[in-house]
């Protein structure tokens, strides 16, 4: 057997690209930023970027969003910081030819954090915004901001952003990841509008304010009150140590 040899094996790097999503005036918003650098120079992609030869994905995962939003990941096991978010990983994307740098295998993660200030642009990223995902997947062909010409978002990103929302909207059924975009305490209709933020559709008030209070474990009264939400006060909950919802808040069919 012939020794091993590595120069006998084209390069490749490894990247992490973050589809980061939020709510924002009731909308389900992902952070995009514009690239500063070839290749496609201009054009709006996913924050992200190359993992570093010390670092794991989780880690190198972890620096670009402290990097492009000053967001902490959050250890599930552990309390939640103040500026913590949800980080999971979503995918790996290869396809030979989606970098024409040299061959990148991606490997996206998915990031829930409650309504989030405006973003300041880092690494190759010289501006960078919270946009609608229907604006950014854009039906018509890609997304501009106003005055800018329309195009898809860089590399194959506009496919890991739907990835992404689609995982999101599937989740949030059978699991207490809703939460993850809410504030640590948190009104039941400020949660139901991140569903109906996140699926698109409106929600019967009561059904929902039902299904939610008697999902056992999936929320738990801090024995406060808010009137941020205008009119007589509402009823303050946190999180619960509910990991699953049974039954589950099955997504209505649009």
């Not at 924050?47 to 010390?54: K, L, Q, T």
């Not at 490997?107 to 200030?117: E, G, I, N, S």
């Not at 059904?207 to 303050?236: C, S």
Request: glycine share 10%; aromatic share 8%.
């Amino acid at each position: 057997m012939s020794p091993y040899d590595p120069s006998a094996f084209p390069p490749f790097a490894v990247t992490v690209d973050l589809v980061v999503l939020t709510v924002r005036r009731h909308a389900l918003c992902a952070l995009a930023v514009r690239r500063g650098e070839p290749p496609f120079q201009g054009r709006w992609a996913l924050p992200g970027g190359f993992v570093r030869a010390d670092e794991d994905l989780a880690t190198a995962a972890a620096r670009e969003l402290a990097e492009e939003t000053g967001l902490l990941a959050h250890d599930p096991s552990g309390p939640a910081p103040v500026n913590g978010a949800h980080l999971e990983q979503l995918a790996t994307y290869g396809e030979p030819k989606r970098d024409p740098r040299m061959r990148v295998v991606s490997v996206a993660h998915l990031v829930l954090a409650p309504d989030l200030p405006a973003p300041r642009p880092g690494g190759d990223a010289h501006s960078a915004r919270w946009a609608p995902v229907e604006d950014l997947l854009g039906r018509e062909g890609g997304f501009g901001r106003e005055g800018e010409e329309v195009a898809p978002l860089a590399f194959d990103h506009a496919r890991i952003l739907a990835d992404g929302v689609e995982r999101a909207r599937s989740k949030i059924e059978y699991s207490s990841l809703a939460t993850a975009f809410c504030p640590q305490e948190f009104t039941v209709g400020e949660l139901r509008r991140v569903y109906e933020a996140v699926w698109g559709v409106a929600l019967d008030p009561r059904n929902f304010h039902r299904k939610v209070t008697g999902t056992p474990g999936f929320l738990v009264p801090t024995g406060g009150t808010t009137t941020r939400q205008g009119g007589r006060p509402a009823q303050l909950f946190r999180a619960g140590g509910a990991t699953l919802l049974n039954p589950p808040m099955l997504r209505p069919e649009v």
